[in-house]
């Protein structure tokens, strides 16, 4: 039976919106969609107001993956609101460093 949701954990706060991934890897374009789907509302509800990525559950992602972060942040940026990520692997974060991306996106 296939999945039809993507496995991550939302919490909505006053100014801030957690948000977990929850599975180890994200390959395949099928997680990725079910991600983009997810992320609409989550970035809409959270319009103006702080957007926090945890990555502490995954190990690996493609590089779709970091397409679509950079779709969220930009806009979440047109909502006037800020996004960072956290707990990122450090394998995950050397992939950000090599491509530039720890130049847009806040890591912590």
């Known amino acids: 039976m296939e999945q039809t949701q993507a496995k991550i954990d939302v919490e909505y706060g ?3 919106t957690f948000v977990t991934f929850e599975e180890e ?4 374009e099928g997680q990725i969609s079910r991600l983009r789907e997810a992320f609409e509302p989550i970035v809409e509800k959270n319009a103006d107001h702080k957007l926090i990525l945890n990555f502490t559950n995954v190990k690996f992602m493609t590089s779709a993956v970091l ?3 950079v779709r969220i942040h930009k806009k979440v940026a047109e909502l006037g609101g800020t ?3 956290s707990n ?3 394998n995950l974060y050397r992939v950000f460093e090599i ?3 720890t130049k847009i996106f806040d890591i912590t």
Do not use: N, R
Not at 25 to 28: R, S, T, W, Y
């Open 83 to 85: 996004m960072q990520l």
């Open 14 to 16: 006053m100014d801030v």
């Open 25 to 28: 890897k994200i390959l395949d």
């Open 67 to 69: 397409g679509l972060l």
């Open 88 to 90: 990122l692997d450090s």
């Open 99 to 101: 491509t530039q991306l």
